[in-house]
């Protein structure tokens, strides 16, 4: 069976206190409240806190019970019984059952879901009896139970009765703004991109450890700001906390910060299938893009070591895969990424047919990653110095999600988590060839296509034999790296600024889980 290889969560963990009102700052507002609508570390992260899935991760983040309390694989893999935890309500006061699984499947695996591709493996979800479901599987998966973490149970009858039955990310509905969950805190109050308040859930089916009577989240883009709201009081938490002013605050008793490695990787992305540049001022004919020199060659033109040192001042790891070290199925072999090389890079454009370079768009979020629009802009100057003319422009998230879909780019910057640890999860979301019926590739905005890849993936997933499936996800790496599929840039660190008194846990996936906070 696998071997769990798990990063280590940062605890800093005290006896609860007295109540206290506890008030943090985020650079990214959550999009939408409702946990089936995007598939976003902003969204699910806070959702964490309000709505539960079946199973949760824990402070080390291996898979604990949560709305099930136990699980065993069906038959010879043929899918995984879940039991459910009796007694649980949800915040209105509802009973939750296995209709509420039922229902919760048919939401978020629907075609309007961004969480859809969750449930590529699953081919029938079925109620055995108010307590009990299994969830068939289209071939053995051993790793399902990790792969639903972050799926969130919502009150059919809720759904209904508020016109919610299906998420609507474009338009909205009902469920955009408000919540009715299981999880230990309620939202009472959503102002989107001003605040957005919770209160402790006295219902709640499990035992509180925190101490909040109240918690406020207030989105603020500006990292001066955040850092100010910090040391002056206003806040009792920031996340992130700006590079440049880490050392400056860990030296003062006032604050401490709390530093990590997150399962992040933040990579550029390429419009595979494009047949033409966009945002080209003279190459508006062709895609150089579509040739993998090319692609090789915007490698080789990065300087990660130099974005590390200057702008990520040491606290970032280069990364080679679409997944860190620290995630199960790396590839350990395969851990060098390419050489930063200006001659070698000036070399395969001559080649590829672009020896006087080209121009192109460049689209990148300015507040969704750590650091950027300054990753971008320093990303911009070493790809001039090949002849490759990046024309930068940088939005909030939730205007670049939709640029993407759109396919409104000819290159993008991306982060991605893993949310099962695993190096499959990229792999079914960002390298499998788009296909809505399969409910593969949804975050593969540039259409990257490899038969082997595809072929590949199912017997990944089905694989219980750690060697076996070690080779198979070799392969695949070799074949991403070898085709430039994406470049890898780094992993993303976590640097989070707190007040003195407060303890709480970071998770490498960068939720912030408030039924971990004392304030003292």
């Not at 605040?195 to 089916?205: K, R, Y």
């Not at 499990?206 to 806040?235: F, K, M, Y």
């Not at 949310?419 to 540039?446: M, Q, V, Y």
């Not at 993936?457 to 076996?468: G, N, R, V, Y």
Request: glycine fraction near 6%; charged fraction near 20%.
């Amino acid at each position: 069976m696998f071997r769990y290889i798990l990063p280590v969560a940062i605890s800093l963990s005290a006896a609860p206190a007295l109540a206290e009102t506890f008030k943090w700052a985020e650079t990214t507002d959550p999009q939408t409240m409702d946990p089936h609508a995007v598939n976003s570390a902003p969204v699910l992260g806070f959702l964490n806190n309000v709505y539960e899935g079946l199973v949760r991760r824990g402070k080390d983040m291996a898979i604990e019970p949560a709305l099930a309390t136990a699980w065993e694989p069906i038959g010879e893999g043929e899918g995984w019984r879940f039991t459910l935890r009796e007694g649980v309500t949800f915040h209105d006061g509802a009973a939750f059952d296995a209709d509420d699984v039922i229902f919760s499947y048919q939401r978020a695996s629907n075609e309007s879901s961004d969480t859809r591709s969750w449930f590529a493996p699953v081919s029938e979800v079925v109620k055995v009896d108010d307590f009990t479901v299994d969830i068939m599987t289209s071939a053995p998966n051993p790793i399902f139970p990790d792969s639903i973490a972050n799926w969130m149970i919502m009150d059919s009858g809720w759904a209904e009765a508020n016109a919610t039955t299906l998420p609507d990310k474009e338009n909205g509905n009902y469920a955009t703004l408000n919540t009715n969950g299981t999880g230990a805190f309620r939202v009472t109050d959503r102002q989107p991109g001003l605040t957005t308040v919770l209160e402790p859930f006295d219902g709640w089916w499990d035992e509180a450890t925190h101490n909040i009577t109240r918690a406020e989240l207030t989105p603020i883009q500006n990292p001066a700001t955040a850092v100010a709201a910090l040391l002056s009081g206003d806040v009792d938490l920031i996340n992130p906390v700006p590079i440049q002013d880490t050392a400056r605050l860990a030296a003062n008793d006032a604050v401490k910060v709390i530093q990590g490695i997150e399962a992040r990787v933040i990579m550029l992305g390429f419009p595979h299938e494009a047949a033409t540049l966009k945002y080209s001022a003279e190459t508006t004919d062709a895609n150089p893009f579509a040739d993998a020199r090319v692609r090789r060659a915007v490698a080789q033109a990065v300087n990660v070591p130099a974005i590390l040192q200057t702008i990520m001042r040491g606290n970032a790891e280069a990364a080679s895969q679409l997944v860190s070290p620290a995630m199960r199925g790396f590839s350990t072999d395969l851990a060098e990424r390419p050489a930063y090389d200006v001659d070698a890079a000036k070399a395969l454009l001559a080649e590829a047919g672009y020896e006087n370079g080209f121009s192109f768009g460049l689209k990148c979020p300015n507040d969704r990653y750590l650091n950027d629009e300054a990753v971008c802009q320093a990303i911009t100057g070493m790809l001039a110095q090949v002849g490759i003319t990046a024309v930068l422009d940088a939005m909030p998230v939730q205007n670049y999600w939709p640029e993407l879909r759109e396919d409104n780019y000819d290159m993008y910057l991306l982060g991605w988590s893993p949310g099962t640890f695993d190096a499959e999860h990229p792999i079914r979301f960002l390298a499998a060839t788009p296909n809505d019926e399969k409910k593969l590739g949804s975050w593969n905005f540039g259409g990257y296509s490899n038969a082997r890849v595809d072929e590949l993936l199912p017997l990944i997933q089905s694989e219980i034999d750690d060697a076996k499936r070690q080779a198979m996800l070799d392969e695949v790496t070799q074949i991403l790296q070898d085709e430039v599929a994406y470049v890898p840039l780094y992993v993303q660190p976590l640097v989070w600024g707190a007040q003195a008194n407060v303890e709480l846990t970071q998770r490498p996936d960068n939720f912030f889980i408030l039924r971990w906070v004392t304030v003292n």
